[in-house]
């Protein structure tokens, strides 16, 4: 698979997720805050507790951690949903400000109404990889799917995968999503030769889901391939909430985004030639043949009165084999370019 046809530009997501905490004006500040760093996608969650969860549905741990005084998921997931109207006024937000609108859904009813809403692509959550009638909904949509795989193994992938084109969805529609579901993910499950390892098997386009602490683990992930880049993102580390203390603040996001902008650079070809900035050091870094003695007209070049000097531009010692043994047709001076 030729990964490099994937690789630029790579989809940035600002996954705001609930880290609004309920507030939609916390919300719209950090949709501003994800345009201005030069994100491509504000993503949110989408979901009805009620059809999401149990109300005895313990939370994990690292919910029960961040989450405040609540007891369960249910109870927890209450205070971060909005309704389809505040929905509509964070897709329009995201139009007046030029940046994607999405959100990722959870159940039935809030797929229904991010359709409704309109966005250009779906996002599958790690939780719903095993749900089948949330697969089998999904490939129906007809549009761009990213698949995210936290908590899979290779198998699970392959039957979602299976499941997605069986009910509509090509495998050129797909983009899967190497995570890690830990928050924060620790740096030696991060297993990003995974990810490489998802594109090749399934010859399909690959992005990670990065819920590490920093930067550089996104970063490396773009130079291995991801053509999507998903991130947290928070106005303050500090603040309640389950997914605060796995995000990016601010200043953070904007390091990250300027860092995969730079590494997409970076990455540029295959193809190995003189690069523009190169061709002006070549003259001065390489050599060339020049007499190291006095040599006269009909002399013999020979390794005692011809060597390798810079500049460039003149014969390459590469010729060397070809010159010396043969006779001079003019005189040279000691280091003279030799010219024949």
Known sequence: ??????IAPVKIIAEIGVNHNGDIRLAKKLIKIAKDAGADIAKFQAFRTKDLVTPSAVMAAYQEKNAGDVNTQF???LKYEFSEEQFIELSNYCGELEIEFLATAFDEESFQLIQRIGVERIKIPSGEITNLPYLKQIAKAGKEIILSTGMSTLNEVADAIETLEKFGCPREKVTILHCTSSYPAPINEVNLRAMVKLGDFFEAKIGYSD???????????????????????????????????????PTEFIEMVR??????LALGSDIKYPTKSEISTMQSARKSLVAIDSIREGELFTIH???????GGGISPMHWDQYIGKRASRDYAIDDLIIE
């Not at 698979?1 to 994937?6: A, E, H, V």
């Not at 992930?221 to 309640?240: F, M, Q, Y």
């Open 1 to 6: 698979m030729d990964k490099n046809k994937f």
């Open 305 to 311: 009165n011809v060597g390798a000097k810079r500049p």
């Open 259 to 264: 860092g995969i902008r730079n590494i997409e």
């Open 211 to 249: 819920h590490t602490l920093g930067i550089e683990v996104a970063i490396a992930a773009v130079s291995l391939g991801a053509c999507v880049i998903e991130k947290h993102l928070t106005w303050d580390r500090n603040l309640p909430g389950p997914d605060h203390k796995a995000s990016l603040e």
């Open 75 to 77: 109870d927890m997931l």
